[in-house]
T-cell receptor
Framework: GDSVTQMEGPVTLSEEAFLTINCTYTATGYPSLFWYVQYPGEGLQLLLKATKADDKGSNKGFEATYRKETTSFHLEKGSVQVSDSAVYFC?????????????FGKGTLLTVNP | SQTIHQWPATLVQPVGSPLSLECTVEGTSNPNLYWYRQAAGRGLQLLFYSVGIGQISSEVPQNLSASRPQDRQFILSSKKLLLSDSGFYLC???????????FGPGTRLTVL
C-alpha cells in the first residue's frame, strides 16, 4: 500500500537558518503530495501541495517540488523564524479509487530558537 | 469561504462512559467528511469517511462509530469509552474530487 517516510525529528535550528525536511513516498499511479503544519494544540493546516510531477508548491516562504524520479517531496525554507516552530507532516492521496485517503508520515517537530 | 468547527475542544471522560463529538462545515455543499485520530507520539489515523448523508465507511474496526445526519454534520460516537480511545480527534472535509482535505481545530479527549 501507499506509504510516506519523513525524517524524524526533532529538528532544532537558529532563526534565519536554512530548513530541509526530507520526505519520500511509495505509491502506485500518480498521487497528489501535501505538506501540512500543526502548531501546538491546534489542528492541521495545509501548507502547500503539488498534484503532478515537477510541480512546485509554495507558501509563506516554504517550497517543495514533486520529484517522481526520486519519489520525493522535500520541504525547504531559506530562512526560518521562531514562528515556524511546529510539527510538519508530509502526506499523499492515492490515485484512482483511493484518492479520498490521506496517508501521512509520522511528522517532524521543528523548533526554531531566537 | 469554508470553515469547519469541532466541539468540544477538550473533553475528559471516565472509562465506560459514552462519547459524542461533533463536526460541522460551513460554506460548502456535499462535502466529503473525515474523522482522524492522532494518538500521542503517533501519526494520524483515518477512522471514518463519508461521501453523503447516511453513508459511512470505516477504515479501522474499533470501539467507535460515526454518523452523518445532515449534509454538513459529522458525529463521532462511542457507547463505552476505553483508555485507548484517548487522543486528539480531527475532523476534515474535502470537495467531491477529494483532492485536498482541510482540517478542523480538533478535540482533545482524555479517558481516565
Amino acid at each position: 500500500g501507499d506509504s510516506v517516510t519523513q525524517m524524524e525529528g526533532p529538528v532544532t535550528l537558529s532563526e534565519e537558518a536554512f530548513l530541509t525536511i526530507n520526505c519520500t513516498y511509495t505509491a502506485t499511479g500518480y498521487p497528489s503530495l501535501f505538506w501540512y503544519v500543526q502548531y501546538p494544540g491546534e489542528g492541521l493546516q495545509l501548507l502547500l501541495k503539488a498534484t503532478k510531477a515537477d510541480d512546485k508548491g509554495s507558501n509563506k516562504g516554504f517550497e517543495a517540488t514533486y520529484r517522481k524520479e526520486t519519489t520525493s517531496f522535500h520541504l525547504e525554507k531559506g530562512s526560518v523564524q521562531v514562528s515556524d516552530s511546529a510539527v510538519y507532516f508530509c502526506a499523499l492521496t492515492g490515485s484512482g479509487g483511493s484518492n479520498y485517503k490521506l496517508t501521512f508520515g509520522k511528522g517532524t517537530l521543528l523548533t526554531v530558537n531566537p | 469561504s469554508q470553515t469547519i468547527h469541532q466541539w468540544p475542544a477538550t473533553l475528559v471522560q471516565p472509562v465506560g462512559s459514552p462519547l459524542s463529538l461533533e463536526c460541522t462545515v460551513e460554506g460548502t455543499s456535499n462535502p466529503n467528511l473525515y474523522w482522524y485520530r492522532q494518538a500521542a507520539g503517533r501519526g494520524l489515523q483515518l477512522l471514518f469517511y463519508s461521501v453523503g448523508i447516511g453513508q459511512i465507511s470505516s477504515e479501522v474496526p474499533q470501539n467507535l462509530s460515526a454518523s452523518r445526519p445532515q449534509d454538513r454534520q459529522f458525529i463521532l460516537s462511542s457507547k463505552k469509552l476505553l483508555l485507548s480511545d484517548s487522543g486528539f480527534y480531527l475532523c476534515a472535509w474535502s470537495n467531491r474530487l477529494a483532492d485536498t482535505q482541510y482540517f478542523g481545530p480538533g478535540t482533545r479527549l482524555t479517558v481516565l
